[in-house]
């Protein structure tokens, strides 16, 4: 099983942004809705929530994920057991702040081969919703071997 | 909860028959003969005797196991071998057809269920252990994640469950080399396996050249995912979910058939799918589309898996993920998926354990002692159903449509080396293939399998053929049908009906050919179940399947047309049929034998009184009237069909003592012109022969028109 690292997890913690980036992404988004692909099954469980927080902070952008009482700098990935460490981690804001692109490979399990090659990007709607997608490849002894994409959309969350 | 709506195949009936009383350490089974063809041996269905069943495998405690018995007269067999892993084989006797691996589902509320086991269903597989023993199986694990074993729990490593499968037959024989092919790509649905990627082996094409003797695919659920309709669907998202469907069923169909054809001694397993959305016991939100088509689509696959060639087998995934919704308390599925970031899809590691179980008892692994996946001591109930094919049945008539053109089209209605030959386009040309005999009563259709044998002339490039059945000469849903799961249905795919450029409205990938094996220098043989929709039951709980009648195997054609989506005219390719048939599996009744001591005279008014023998059991007779001016100058016999002759069925008969019967002829009911006449009499709704001709050939059966 994967362990949770939150040493490894802190230096996706301070994303470098322009101190003046636009309020649309900041604020705690709450996932309403997922899907697979062209899917149209919403995935997203009212009493699982996942929550995303953006929060503008003088040195940049902060980020956290948090699920089921378990939570973590974003971007990260989550197991059974919470949060794991993530690698090669990359988070590019968008200039007008209300978006944001994060790439980042998450380490086979014990046991496994099976490295997953991660893209997630958001943005805010002029609906004040937040839209992106979860695109996530399998990288098995240096070779891309397929993957998947999930839709997601959140909801601001009120008072958070 | 489950979501209301249709559930799925619930047959107490599954449980009975197949419980041995049985000492310690035995493997234990009984060979029966399967007349409704669902794999569980109902009460009445009887034993098949003299079958050879062997046993193979290395003892826990040292030394191998290697016993071959044949089945008593009871069908039943044993072993007992002690603790070990082996592989049993049950060797088909001639003309008999394994039926399916158990598809039902267990009935609510059944005790014994023990995970991850549950029912055992096993499938037959027909090389590999005569591959073990040449010494070395290639095995290739094809398909999505399900067969790469993946899910967001992180639970099991990367094709777990095909590795274990392989560690297994490591274990049943030692000295072989087993290696695997981690094949499958994750997010994969059907097409992506008929594109020859030459830098993947998780495709048909790779897999024939390297040749594999074992292929086990899971595929299909990303076919379903990637269309699936909303929660509250329109006809619109259904037609286009159902359409993606059948086209995943051609896929399957086009990529089975090439792996059999393509790779003789191969064994080939194909997964049933379970489903998540379907039966959703955590979310509790089930999709209706899903518990609708579910049923529909795993039939789909346990029909192209049965109606190949060579025995492809069936793990049932799906039956046993489903036993554990029947509970109902969301006990079983919560056990076996992932929910980790709403994955929601895979199974988590119990789940992979059911898989692996049941794709082990379709290659009919048996581990006894700890090696068993619950440890069982003794496995019974190991029992193997078949069917008979009772009759071939070739076409009598064709047609060519649109253009097309061919030459010696009659060749195509028997198995002779000679055959039709076809030329197409890139239209719409075809030629279709039909009078398939109707009049064999004796003969009670349970499963219907269509075959056709062919090669091709000239080159084939990308103007394309496409081979395929329809019980009623329908081979297309019309232009706006409103799909629903008991009405779907229009067409059997044989050959290059699928493919990854398929279907035209949305083409995956749109510059990829159809056809696997598309210049076929030598006959190839093709075959696939002949299907039709399934009906809701009484209690609209589940579908059933009804068999094919004989007259739908009457109006049953089999079509050779192009395929619509080539781009380049003009080559000269032929598609050359030596023959298009239907085998029919189930069973025959006795025949009666003829009406005998026929004796006619004249009655007042201008009838005609008809007596004759009476025949034990007939309750009703027919009288024939066919004209001898045609038979005597054309060798032809008329009596079936007017104007030229007049059948007169079900007539009213009396006793005439003796042992005889009679019949009065009214006046009217009296051809007027010089007749022959024959009596024939039903017993069980079989027919009589009509009399036999001076060669002591039977008169032709064409003729006995009375139902």
């Known amino acids: ?160 | 909860m489950r979501a209301p709506g249709i559930a799925f195949l619930v047959l107490a009936a599954a449980l009975v028959a197949t419980s041995l009383p049985a000492p310690a350490q035995q493997v234990a089974g009984v060979v029966f003969r399967d007349d409704d063809g669902d794999g569980v041996r109902d009460p009445g269905e009887p034993a098949l005797s003299g079958v050879t069943v062997r046993l193979r495998g290395q003892r826990d405690a040292g030394g191998t196991f290697d016993e071959t018995t044949a089945t008593g007269e009871d069908g039943a067999f044993s072993f007992a071998p002690g603790d070990g892993c082996y592989l049993l084989h049950v060797e088909d006797p001639p003309g008999w057809r394994r039926t399916l691996a158990r598809a039902d589902g267990r009935a609510q509320g059944t005790p014994g269920y023990v995970h991850p086991v549950g029912l055992r269903r096993f499938g037959g597989v027909r090389y590999l252990l005569a591959n073990l023993e040449e010494g070395h199986v290639r095995y290739t694990s094809m398909g999505d994640s399900i067969a790469w074993n993946w899910n967001n729990c992180f639970d099991t490593s990367s094709f777990w469950y095909s590795k274990q499968v392989r560690d297994r037959l490591r274990c049943v024989f030692p000295s072989a080399t087993v290696d695997l092919d981690e094949a499958a790509v994750k997010g994969q649905h059907t097409d992506d396996l008929l594109v020859d990627d030459h830098d993947d082996m998780n495709n048909v094409f790779r897999v024939i050249e390297a040749q594999s003797e074992l292929v086990t695919v899971s595929i299909i659920g990303n076919d379903l995912l990637n269309n699936e309709p909303s929660s509250n669907p329109t006809q619109d998202e259904i037609n286009t979910a159902a359409a993606e469907l059948i086209d995943s069923r051609a896929n399957l169909q086009e990529i089975l058939s090439s792996l059999v054809s393509e790779i003789p001694g191969a064994d080939i397993e194909l997964n049933t799918l379970y489903d998540n959305l379907a039966w959703n016991c955590s979310a509790g939100d089930s999709e209706p589309f899903h518990v609708q088509w579910l049923p529909i689509l795993n039939r789909m696959l346990r029909d192209v898996a049965w109606g190949q060639a060579r025995r492809v087998t069936n793990a049932e995934v799906f039956a046993e993920f489903a036993h554990e919704d029947l509970a109902d308390e969301c006990t079983g599925f919560e056990d076996q998926i992932c929910h980790v970031l709403d994955d929601d899809i895979h199974p988590k590691d119990n789940g992979y354990h059911v898989i692996r179980e049941k794709v082990w008892e379709s290659l009919d692994g048996v581990n006894l002692g700890p090696k068993d996946g619950i440890g069982a001591g003794s496995i019974t109930g190991a029992d193997h159903g078949y069917l008979e094919r009772v009759i071939r049945l070739f076409p009598s008539g064709w047609e060519a449509r649109n253009g097309a053109e061919v030459t010696d089209p009659e060749k195509a209605f028997e198995l002779d080396g000679e055959g039709a030959s076809i030329r197409l386009g890139i239209g719409e040309e075809e030629v279709r293939f039909r009078g398939f005999p109707d009049w064999y009563d004796e003969i009670v259709p349970v499963r219907v399998i269509v075959g056709v044998r062919y090669r091709t002339t000239g080159t084939v490039t990308d103007d394309f053929y496409r081979v395929e059945a329809s019980r009623n000469g329908v081979f297309r849903a019309p232009p706006g049908h409103a799909f629903r799961p008991t009405d779907w249905d229009f067409y059997t795919p044989i050959v290059g009906s699928g493919g990854p450029n398929m279907p035209p409205e949305d083409p995956d990938y749109p510059e990829m050919k159809l056809l696997v094996v598309p210049n076929v220098a030598d006959w190839r043989e093709v075959t696939a179940t002949l299907t039709k929709n399934p009906v809701l039951s009484g209690d609209g709980s589940h579908y059933e399947w009804p068999p094919f009648t004989r007259e739908e195997l009457g109006t049953t054609e089999v079509r050779v047309v192009a395929a619509p989506v080539a781009k380049t005219p003009g080559d000269d390719f032929r598609v050359v049929v030596d023959a298009a048939w239907l085998d029919v599996y189930g069973l025959r009744k006795e025949r009666p034998p003829e009406v005998t001591n026929v004796t006619v005279e004249k009655a007042d008014g201008g009838g005609l009184v008809v007596t004759f023998d009476e025949l034990a059991g007939a309750d009703r007779y027919d009288v024939y009237f066919g004209s001898l001016p045609v038979l005597h100058d054309e060798g032809r016999y008329t009596h079936g069909h007017e104007p030229e002759g007049k059948p007169l069925c079900d007539v009213a008969t009396e006793p005439a003592g003796a042992g005889r019967r009679r019949t009065t002829i009214p006046a009217d009911d009296v051809p007027s012109g010089s007749s022959y006449l024959l009596v024939t009499g039903h017993v069980d709704d079989v027919e009589s022969p009509a009399g036999y001709d001076s060669s002591g050939a039977e008169r032709p059966r064409s003729e006995a028109t009375c139902p």
């Open chain 1, 1 to 160: 099983m994967r362990a949770f690292v939150p040493a490894a997890l802190a230096a996706a913690v301070l994303l470098l942004v322009p101190p003046a980036v636009a309020a649309g992404l900041d604020g705690t988004w709450v996932l309403e809705r997922q899907v697979y692909g062209e899917g149209e099954h919403n995935f997203a469980r009212a009493d699982r929530p996942f929550r995303l927080s953006f929060r503008r902070a003088p040195a940049g952008l902060s980020a956290r994920a948090e699920r089921e009482g378990a939570g973590a700098p974003w971007p990260c990935w989550f197991s059974p057991e919470g949060p794991v460490a993530v690698e090669d981690v990359r988070v590019v804001p968008a200039p007008d702040g209300r978006g944001v692109t994060a790439a980042y490979r998450v380490p086979p399990a014990p046991g496994d081969d099976t490295w997953l090659v991660v893209t997630e990007w958001y943005r805010v709607t002029d609906d004040d919703r937040l839209e992106g997608e979860v695109h996530v490849r399998f990288e098995r002894r240096g070779v891309l071997r397929g993957g998947f994409t999930w839709r997601r959309t959140f909801r601001r969350e009120a008072g958070r």
